[in-house]
């Protein structure tokens, strides 16, 4: 059994055996041109950034490769300025997927763009589980069962290009003791790190989409991606939904399967927000 599927109730069977799924040809030729378009737009506002910017929620990580020079890894929020990612993050192709598991009242914790340019070193993010990022607890209430990562492939993705890796059935062990040094994605992609906590490395599987698939997985799957040694570009969208009624925080992405747009921004997970909301530089290139 492969968890990839077009059908509604396999794909469910596959997510709640293997914590993850893909349901393809969700969006067509037009839609991934359409948010290629998108990429480039905003990948080309991030590089006229001298560095990493912020204002409010949006934030434009931007990095220096030992190979390429100035990079975008990603982009979060990007919704809150393009209409198009905006319309996108509300797709109701997206809920026809998320509403079977998550019902039609959802809030959206995650907004964001990933870039992984052909021949790019610096673009590795070390195993973990999304688990790790839902901070404070206090604000997410039973998240295993309350929230779901989705992913649009703009591109092919490709063990050659830096696609997810992840461990089948890895949702099913809790919430595990990886590192705690330094960021993800600041780590290579290293099968230690699994052995170590007693995970056989030969279980990993490789996420394989055509650009207009849609993955989706578990906040305890776990999960990396390599290198990009390809000549291909290796983009994803990336939306994350939660139950609204077991999260304190959260944009609201659909009210009674009804979409909704951005209005002035809420807490999500930029802690200072309030403190802090006008534009400013977090560090320099």
Same mark, same amino acid.
Request: glycine share 8%; with cysteine.
């Given at each position: ?34 948010? %290629? ?88 993010? %070390? ?112 939306? %994350? ?21 951005? %209005? ?22």
């Amino acid at each position: 059994m492969r968890p990839d599927f077009n059908d509604s109730d396999d794909y469910i069977a596959a997510y709640h055996e293997f914590g993850y799924a893909v349901v393809k040809g969700v969006f067509g030729p037009d839609d991934v041109r359409e948010l %290629g378009q998108a990429f480039d737009r905003v990948q080309a506002q991030a590089l006229s950034h001298r560095g990493s910017f912020r204002h409010q929620n949006t934030f434009f990580q931007v990095a220096q490769d030992p190979v390429l020079g100035r990079i975008v890894r990603y982009v979060q929020w990007p919704s809150y300025f393009d209409e198009v990612l905006a319309r996108f993050r509300t797709d109701r192709r997206l809920l026809s997927i998320v509403e079977p598991l998550l019902g039609t009242d959802l809030k959206q914790i995650i907004n964001q763009m990933h870039w992984k340019p052909p021949g790019a070193e610096m673009v590795e993010f %070390g195993y973990h589980q999304d688990i790790r990022f839902r901070r404070p607890r206090t604000a997410y209430r039973a998240p295993e069962q309350s929230y779901l990562q989705t992913a649009i492939a703009i591109d092919p993705h490709r063990r050659e290009n830096g696609a997810m890796t992840l461990y089948p059935g890895s949702h099913k062990l809790g919430e595990l003791s990886f590192p705690e040094t330094g960021r993800i994605m600041d780590r290579a992609k290293s099968d230690a790190d699994l052995i170590a906590l007693g995970l056989d490395p030969s279980n990993l599987v490789d996420l394989v989409l055509e650009p207009g698939d849609v993955a989706f997985w578990n906040l305890n799957t776990v999960h990396g991606s390599g290198p990009n040694t390809s000549r291909m570009d290796r983009r994803v969208y990336l939306n %994350g939904y939660v139950k609204a009624d077991t999260c304190a925080r959260g944009e609201w992405a659909f009210r009674g399967g009804e979409p909704c747009s951005l %209005g002035a921004p809420v807490l999500v997970h930029y802690e200072d927000l309030h403190t802090r909301p006008y534009p400013h530089y977090v560090d320099e290139i």
